[in-house]
């Protein structure tokens, strides 16, 4: 059976030098986490970061995954997110981009779930092989 990265939960946390998100993810038994702290950054590019650092956690050593970039766009009846992550295994990157409608959604989900859209079934791939 395959697996999937699930979300276990995500959280905003306000500290004294600024905010950090906490993201969990599972992949069949193992839960792990991200955080991520940047001054001055959305909450969307913080979930992002935390999502992709709880990721590069369950990768094999040579892979890893980085937030090149997060944007909100503007639809005609809703707003999206777009990310682009880099896949990246030894000399190799490969682009990917992701989105999530905003409508509905908290700012933290719309960060997990721009970033699970563009990389979950590359990296699941990778970890199915392990």
């Known amino acids: 059976m395959q697996g999937q990265i699930r979300v276990q939960g995500i959280c905003l ?3 004294r030098e600024g905010k950090k998100v906490v993201a969990e993810l599972a992949w069949k038994d193992q ?11 959305s ?3 913080l979930a992002a ?3 992709v650092e709880a990721i ?3 990768l094999p050593e040579d892979y890893r995954l980085s ?24 000399e190799r990157r490969e682009d990917l981009v992701g989105s999530t409608l905003l409508l509905g959604r908290h ?3 719309v960060g997990v779930y721009a970033v699970l859209d563009a990389a979950q079934r590359r990296v699941e791939g990778v970890l199915e092989k392990r």
């Open 56 to 58: 590069n956690r369950i």
């Open 13 to 15: 946390k306000k500290e």
């Open 107 to 109: 700012p933290l989900e």
């Open 43 to 45: 909450t969307f590019r």
């Open 31 to 41: 839960v792990v986490s991200g955080e991520a702290r940047e001054e001055g950054a």
């Open 67 to 90: 937030l090149e970039g997060i944007e909100v766009i503007h639809l005609r009846q809703n707003d999206a997110v777009i990310v682009h992550v880099a896949f990246l295994h030894r």
């Open 49 to 51: 970061l935390a999502v």
